[in-house]
Structures are given as C-alpha cells and as structure tokens.
C-alpha cells in the first residue's frame, strides 16, 4: 500500500468553503479511480465523492449533491473536494482513497479501495 497524503482541512463555520487535496505519491495514480471519503466520531467511515481516472465521470453521496466538487489534476497528480455551503453534520476526518482494480465503476464501498490516506479534520462550527 501507498499512503496518499490529504491536506486543506481546518475550523470553519457553517455556510463557509474549504477545499482539500490529495496528493498520491507515485504518478500510476492516474490510472486509478479516486475517492473521498469522511468518518464523523462515533460513525462509520461513509462514502462522499468518487472521480473517473480521466476526470469526466463523478458520483456524490446524497448528502452533499450540489455542494461538494471532485475534480482532478492529472498533470500535477492531485485530486481535490471542494465543499461550499459546509454544515455542521460534514464535520469528520476526511481520507483521499484510491481504487486500482475497477476503472469503469466509481466505487462507494471503502473495501473497493486499496490506498489511503492519513486523513485531514474538518470541523463546521454552527
């Protein structure tokens, strides 16, 4: 396994915008479906947004449709989530994950992934 490394969380307020980035060590990555993921305490770690290798296919959970943006830089290696509108409820550890094994399907069981990050905090203050 390769640790992919997150960055960008923080302390914000409800209605605020962060954005995070992921940046896989190795360039093979790009060949890779990537995914976001978060874990709230107490919580299951819970799907958030997946992003196709070529960077024109996406999936959201519910949760955040319209709210969250998963885009990817090839170019520079570095897949990003930007998240407006923040609530209170998105506050959780936040992991970039890789998926190696299934190009054509953007994955949202955790197990379909086989790297991952450390994971970055994002706190949303109401």
């Known amino acids: 396994q390769v640790p992919l490394v997150e960055s960008g969380g923080g302390l914000v307020q409800g209605g605020d915008s962060l954005r995070l980035s992921c940046a896989p060590p190795?360039?093979?990555?790009?060949?890779?479906?990537m995914g976001w993921f978060r874990q709230a305490p107490g919580k299951e770690r819970e799907f958030v947004a997946g992003?196709?290798?070529?960077?024109?296919?996406?999936r959201y959970a519910e949760s955040v449709k319209g709210r969250f943006t998963i885009s990817r830089d090839n170019a520079k290696n570095t897949v990003y989530l930007e998240m407006n509108s923040l609530k209170p409820e998105d506050t959780g550890v936040y992991y970039c994950?890789?998926?190696?094994?299934?190009?054509?399907?953007?994955?949202?069981?955790?197990?379909?992934?086989?790297?991952w990050g450390q994971g970055t905090q994002v706190t949303v203050s109401s």
């Open positions: 992003i196709g290798r070529s960077g024109t296919t996406h």
């Open positions: 994950a890789a998926d190696h094994g299934s190009p054509s399907i953007i994955a949202t069981d955790a197990r379909a992934y086989d790297d």
């Open positions: 190795e360039r093979r990555f790009i060949t890779s479906n």
